[in-house]
């Protein structure tokens, strides 16, 4: 049985595998789509959103709807880009986001988003301002809940890959957050050596390393030069 | 063509944009071919002249006053632009409506500031009350909450560069460009 296939995507010819979701078909062409709560080596769990497609014109998340021989894709459109930016704006109004103080800032996804989506000018959502902890009881770790985005990546890594079960969510709509089993973090099993805390698994500065704050200058951060997705776009230009 | 005037002012910032400003450095002399500046920190006129077409403002609102000056300017200016993070979400200053974690954060603010801090020195334990002080607002309003706002340059300042990209695309009715680089919010 043949194991590979086509579909297209903006109207370019994608081959892919069986078993493949059509971000990771995807992603092996050098075509990006915008995503948050995604993020390789963790199960996908399709539910920020932000990498939502039209699939022979139905709406799915490219992370979790399957390739399929012959499907018709499209991503960047006017109207799936005005989704994607509706829906980072309102990340950004739900939590309490202060780019000039934060140290992921130009090492945060969602500012990273932001830019790449050219979101810069005003919108009429508010502020919600939602009053979040912040634990700093851990010797070598911090959390600030301001900052969170509720993608879940914490919660995967450290059930899936550390076998900790540190993190799960609590509470409902609006006030659905992320918790932990424990009342502080430095009570958890949480270690610099798990997946969960390593840099760049939580896509915002929501975990933090403590002693390294604003360790890289300005210019040089992760997304400084070029915007998100650029690493997997330069597999279009370069053949393998 | 005739010059457009500009009126710029800081409500609750720290001038840090109005210095980016500063910064196209000899650029405003360029700029001056083409604006002229009515109400502004840059040559201290306190008042409006006449109508401007493009309020520049940095800052957001943490007291009555600032609510006054920005709705002078939304009156006077037929554009009106937030220049910086504190203009667009409030900035540092709005680290008080909910980073402080408590149930009333504008007297545990004032509290912290004029009484319980180990390095103020207070003899009277009063919290300043003066009449001619601006009636301090419940929280730190961004300028969106308080008026309809046009553009927004992000920045924490914008770098000069961005604000003279900006600038001139507006004056001169040239569409807005902005490099990759320049788009920042910290």
Known sequence: MNQTFEFTLDGRVIRAERGQSIMQAADGAGVYIPRLCDVEGLEPEGSCRVCTVKVNGRFAAACTQPAEAGAVVESETAEINHHRRMLVQMLFHEGNHLCPICEASGNCELQAMAYRLGIHQPTRFPYLQPVRPMDASHPDI????????????????????????????????????IGIDADYLAETAASLDDLTFSPGLCPVGCILRKGQGFATPIGQRRFDQEPIGSDIERKREEPA | MSKKRIATVSLAGCFGCHTS???????????????????????????????????????GCCNEENVHTLQ????????????????????????????????????????????HSERVYNPSNQIPNDPALPLVLDKVYCLTDVVQIDYQIPGCPPSAETLWQFLSALVTGQPLAL????????
């Open chain 1, 142 to 177: 911090m959390l600030d809940y301001n900052r969170c985005i509720r993608c879940g990546r914490c919660i995967r890594a450290s059930a899936d890959v550390d076998g900790k079960h540190i993190f799960d969510f609590v509470g409902r709509g609006i006030n659905k957050q």
């Open chain 2, 72 to 115: 002078a300017f939304r009156r006077n200016c037929d554009i009106l632009v937030a220049m910086g993070q504190c203009a667009i979400m409030g900035g540092l200053p709005v680290m008080r409506n909910a980073i402080m974690h408590s149930a009333d954060p504008l007297r545990e603010c004032l509290e912290t500031a004029y009484q």
């Open chain 2, 179 to 186: 490099e990759y680089q320049q788009v920042k919010y910290d």
């Open chain 2, 21 to 59: 400003f500063l910064d196209i450095d000899e650029r405003l002399i360029d700029l001056l071919q083409l604006v002229e500046f009515d109400r502004s920190p840059l040559n201290d006129l306190k008042r409006f002249t006449r109508r401007c077409d493009i309020g520049l403002i940095e800052g």
